[in-house]
């Protein structure tokens, strides 16, 4: 069975992103891209809703080829190019997906089932970056099997909190880790209903 794994950024005090969806306010560092890089190479598949499709869409295809770019950078657009896209969403069509014609959009109503499939199929991880919405209706479905919350030393103070609800689900670390000139705390949770 397939890992469907959760990869976040989250602020100091469980925000996921700041006033108005405001990501940028997020306490990013290098950290950020190393781990985000590694788990692109560790899957094959990536879970995202309508609103984070669009910002990646609209964001990494031309950074490929931006030799301004940090390589690492490049690396990743390379990698979310390349990975298969599973939107889940009601109103994108595949008119809709820009240059990433390996993307499949999965309506609301069949997305728990669809999902399911995905785990029970072949191949590697199944990540979801970003797709706060998302996430959190899978973990409360018994979806998810690992978060990973990236930890940053941000108060955000208004904004998203990470979590909708409190999901009826037990949580138990595995990992945690930093990165040498890093502010940002990697913590990796195996979850079980």
Same mark, same amino acid.
């Given at each position: ?7 976040? %950024?989250?602020s ?5 992103s ?6 940028m306010?997020?306490?990013?560092? *290098?950290?950020?891209s ?5 788990r %692109?190479r560790? /899957?094959d598949?990536?879970l ?13 295809p031309?950074?490929?080829?931006d030799?301004? =770019?940090p390589?690492l950078?490049r ?5 979310n190019? =390349?990975i298969?896209? @599973?939107v @889940?969403?009601?109103?994108l069509? /595949?008119?809709q997906?820009?240059?990433? *014609?390996n993307?499949?959009?999965v309506?609301?109503a069949? /997305? ?5 499939? %995905?785990?029970?199929g072949?191949?590697?991880?199944i990540?979801?970056f970003g797709? *706060?919405i998302l996430?959190?209706?899978?973990? =409360? ?5 690992e ?5 940053g030393p941000g108060v955000v103070?208004?904004? @998203?909190p990470?979590f ?5 689900v037990?949580?138990r %670390? @595995?990992?945690?880790?930093t990165?040498?000139g890093?502010s940002?705390l990697?913590?990796?949770? =195996?979850?079980?209903?």
């Open positions: 069975m397939r890992k469907l794994i959760v990869c976040n %950024l989250m100091l005090d469980g925000r996921y700041g006033p108005d969806g405001d990501v306010v997020m306490p990013f560092d *290098h950290g950020f190393e781990y985000n890089a590694e %692109l560790a /899957a598949t990536m995202l809703g309508r609103t984070s499709f669009e910002g990646f869409r609209d964001y990494w031309p950074v490929a080829d030799s301004e =770019a390589p950078e690396e990743i657009s390379r990698l190019g =390349a298969d896209k @599973v @889940v969403s009601d109103t069509t /595949a008119d997906t820009g240059p990433w *014609h993307t499949r959009i309506p609301r069949d /997305a728990h089932k669809r999902i399911t499939e %995905l785990k029970n072949p191949g590697r991880d990540l979801v797709s *706060h996430w959190n209706d899978l973990l =409360a479905h018994g979806l998810v099997d978060l990973h919350f990236m930890i103070g208004d904004g @998203v990470a909708e609800s409190r999901p009826d037990s949580l %670390l @595995v990992d945690t880790r990165w040498d890093s940002l990697l913590t990796c949770y =195996a979850v079980s209903s």
